[in-house]
Protein backbone atom coordinates (compact mmCIF):
# COMPACT_ATOMS: atom_id res chain seq x y z
CA UNK A 1 0.00 0.00 0.00
CA UNK A 2 1.33 3.58 -0.82
CA UNK A 3 1.09 5.57 2.36
CA UNK A 4 2.28 8.57 0.20
CA UNK A 5 1.54 10.68 -2.67
CA UNK A 6 4.89 11.36 -3.97
CA UNK A 7 6.38 7.62 -3.80
CA UNK A 8 3.36 6.40 -5.54
CA UNK A 9 3.08 4.37 -8.62
CA UNK A 10 1.12 5.20 -11.49
CA UNK A 11 -1.62 2.83 -10.95
CA UNK A 12 -2.33 4.76 -7.77
CA UNK A 13 -2.44 7.91 -9.32
CA UNK A 14 -4.54 6.43 -12.00
CA UNK A 15 -7.12 5.83 -9.09
CA UNK A 16 -6.83 8.71 -7.42
CA UNK A 17 -7.92 10.64 -10.63
CA UNK A 18 -10.45 8.07 -11.69
CA UNK A 19 -12.41 8.72 -8.36
CA UNK A 20 -11.94 12.43 -8.28
CA UNK A 21 -13.55 12.18 -12.06
CA UNK A 22 -16.32 9.87 -11.02
CA UNK A 23 -16.74 12.41 -8.16
CA UNK A 24 -16.88 15.86 -10.63
CA UNK A 25 -19.95 13.24 -12.60
CA UNK A 26 -21.65 12.78 -9.69
CA UNK A 27 -21.80 16.63 -8.29
CA UNK A 28 -22.76 17.59 -11.91
CA UNK A 29 -25.50 15.10 -12.48
CA UNK A 30 -26.71 15.97 -8.98
CA UNK A 31 -26.97 19.46 -10.14
CA UNK A 32 -28.51 19.37 -12.99
CA UNK A 33 -31.09 16.96 -12.13
CA UNK A 34 -31.83 19.12 -9.13
CA UNK A 35 -34.80 22.14 -10.42
CA UNK A 36 -36.65 24.28 -10.01
CA UNK A 37 -40.65 23.59 -10.05
CA UNK A 38 -43.55 25.66 -10.59
CA UNK A 39 -44.67 24.61 -6.97
CA UNK A 40 -41.31 26.02 -5.76
CA UNK A 41 -41.49 29.16 -7.70
CA UNK A 42 -45.15 30.17 -6.19
CA UNK A 43 -43.39 29.67 -3.11
CA UNK A 44 -40.56 31.77 -3.41
CA UNK A 45 -42.73 34.46 -4.72
CA UNK A 46 -45.13 33.94 -2.06
CA UNK A 47 -42.01 34.84 0.66
CA UNK A 48 -40.52 37.68 -1.49
CA UNK A 49 -43.99 39.97 -1.78
CA UNK A 50 -43.85 40.85 2.09
CA UNK A 51 -43.50 44.19 3.83
CA UNK A 52 -40.42 46.04 2.07
CA UNK A 53 -38.55 47.80 4.86
CA UNK A 54 -35.82 50.77 3.30
CA UNK A 55 -32.95 51.16 5.41
CA UNK A 56 -32.87 54.87 7.06
CA UNK A 57 -30.16 57.11 8.54
CA UNK A 58 -27.28 55.47 10.12
CA UNK A 59 -27.15 55.64 13.87
CA UNK A 60 -24.56 55.18 16.79
CA UNK A 61 -25.43 53.78 20.14
CA UNK A 62 -22.55 54.63 22.60
CA UNK A 63 -22.58 54.46 26.87
CA UNK A 64 -22.69 58.51 26.87
CA UNK A 65 -24.85 61.31 25.69
CA UNK A 66 -22.65 62.85 23.22
CA UNK A 67 -22.56 62.33 19.76
CA UNK A 68 -19.77 59.93 18.30
CA UNK A 69 -17.43 61.40 16.12
CA UNK A 70 -16.94 60.08 12.30
Known amino acids: MNHSLATADRTTHLKIVVV ?19 ADTETVRIHTQGIVVKAGTPAAYGKTDSPSIR
Open 20 to 38: ALVAAIVVVAVGITARVTA
